[in-house]
């Protein structure tokens, strides 16, 4: 079966990606869908985890993820946990947090700790050199331990809406480039 726009799903991060986020902006242009979550407040990973195995096995072919922030997070858990890793073509993670941290807020200490298993699909991870969730080399450390390639993307904050991304072309380029690997 070939790829097809729904076989891209797209997982925001805490709070969810507004409408100005290059996620949203990529569903309106390209047809992705969202796996939406019960809590966007007080995520819980196994709820998280949960969905995405639901969306996951309920989707008629395997299918490429692109996660934001906490999103990224998701993945690796999730491919840590789940028998069904196969469902998954490859993944984009952007701007992965730092879930560790002493300053993160009590709604994601259930991410805790950072899965660091090597995934078992192709992935490349997207990272900012001031994200402020999230210390590049910390950054980098995960995308190595995920046995993701590291894409830097210079000096843009938490790649999301306030980093002024638009539709982000050069992200999605990243993409592409994964799915015709």
């Known amino acids: 079966m070939p790829d097809t726009a729904s076989s891209v799903l797209v997982l925001p991060g805490w709070q969810n990606s507004d409408a100005d986020h290059w996620q949203t902006r990529w569903e309106r242009r390209h047809g992705y869908r969202r796996v939406d979550q019960d809590d966007w407040q007080w995520p819980r990973r196994g709820d998280w985890m949960a969905r995405l195995e639901e969306v996951l096995l309920a ?3 395997p299918c490429w993820l692109v996660a934001h922030s906490l999103g990224c ?9 789940t028998k069904q890793a196969d469902r998954v073509r490859g993944a984009l993670l952007v701007g992965p947090p730092d879930t560790e941290r002493e300053d ?7 991410w805790r700790p950072v899965p660091r298993r090597r995934l078992p699909f192709a992935a490349t ?8 969730y999230c210390a ?6 995960m995308a190595q331990d995920w046995g993701a390639t590291l894409v830097v993307a210079g000096a843009v ?3 999301n809406s306030e980093s002024g991304l ?7 380029q990243l993409l592409i480039a994964l799915r015709t690997a």
């Open 59 to 61: 989707a008629p072919q």
């Open 73 to 81: 997070q998701l993945v690796a858990a999730w491919a840590a946990h």
């Open 104 to 110: 993160m807020p009590p709604q994601l200490h259930s």
């Open 125 to 132: 991870v997207v990272i900012s050199t001031d994200d402020p």
């Open 136 to 141: 590049p080399q910390r950054a980098g450390t």
């Open 157 to 159: 904050g938490h790649l």
């Open 166 to 172: 638009g539709d982000w072309d050069a992200g999605h």
